[in-house]
């Protein structure tokens, strides 16, 4: 596709999404993030050094890889999602013209928007709201309801709809390239990565590198939650902790030995993410969560 189809593309989603948002302009100092594993390798390379030598963050299409299901072509589920939600506007489009994943933080989470997919995160710009998108709840639920920065009434729909922290978000579409050298206000790390060959690499990115509280949970408050994704999973996690607790780096580890199926892996994060995360006045284990169907893409 040439640059000029490309950007019709764009425009047409964009367009689309705009028509369908109601509701009053959001607070302009809101900012998308896009959560990430910073310590797992893409098609062999560390992903940091990938996206700095690439010097672009790349969706699903492109990378072939998530930290949710893998339903990224022709056809498949994220396929027919996008071409549901743009109207058809990406249908022939390449992978890289395809718009990014994150998540609006209008909880304003040191941790970032949507946690459950990865430790890190980049912070946006302000820039990058006139061109993204949003939509609640995740578009794997089939939404019918969208937002665009001027009309954003996803944020009191989010608001009243009580559930669980790892499910608590507004999915944002980021449509064109997004660099981290123009359109990251900072890539934001665990500390637990301080000193390590993530922390190396995130500073050859060309944005600022930032630390939030971190996520830490003991073996012994793991145990407290076997209903949670299940007792194997928990028993998974208590063999994986180093000392008695699981972090970012001790679960980037496990799932990079490659000795345990990738999804059971994923399950222990979800409990870190959910059980170890920091406090904030509005952050984990302080609203009752509500019976939902847990997102497929996580």
Partial sequence: MDPAASQTSRARALRHIAELASGPPMDKTLR?????????PLHGRPILDAIAEDGVYCSQFVTG????GLTAHPGGDRWRW???????????????????????NFRRKPVGGAPRFG?????????????TTFCYPDSFLEPADFGVADR???IEL????????LDDYIEAQVHGPVRPDRDVEALVLDPCYRGTPVETSARRLGCPVEWHPGFRLGAEELRRHPGYRGQEYVDLGTR??????????VVGAVARSGQHDPQAVKKVWHYLARFGAPRSA?????????????HARS
């Avoid at 996008?82 to 609006?104: K, N, T």
């Avoid at 430790?119 to 990058?128: E, Q, V, Y």
């Avoid at 989010?158 to 922290?165: K, V």
């Fill in 240 to 249: 994986m902790a180093v000392d008695g607790v699981l972090d970012p780096h």
């Fill in 152 to 154: 954003m009434g996803l």
């Fill in 119 to 131: 430790s890190a995160h980049f912070r946006l710009t302000a820039a990058t709201l006139e061109r």
């Fill in 158 to 165: 989010a608001l009243a709809d009580r559930q669980d922290d």
């Fill in 32 to 40: 998308v993030t896009l959560n990430f594993h910073p310590d797992r």
């Fill in 82 to 104: 996008e071409s549901r939600i743009f109207d058809a506007a990406y249908d022939e489009a390449p992978a890289h013209e395809r718009p990014v994943y994150g998540a609006l």
């Fill in 282 to 294: 509005d952050g984990p284990q302080s609203r009752a969560p509500r019976a939902r169907k847990s």
């Fill in 65 to 68: 890889t998530s930290n949710g």
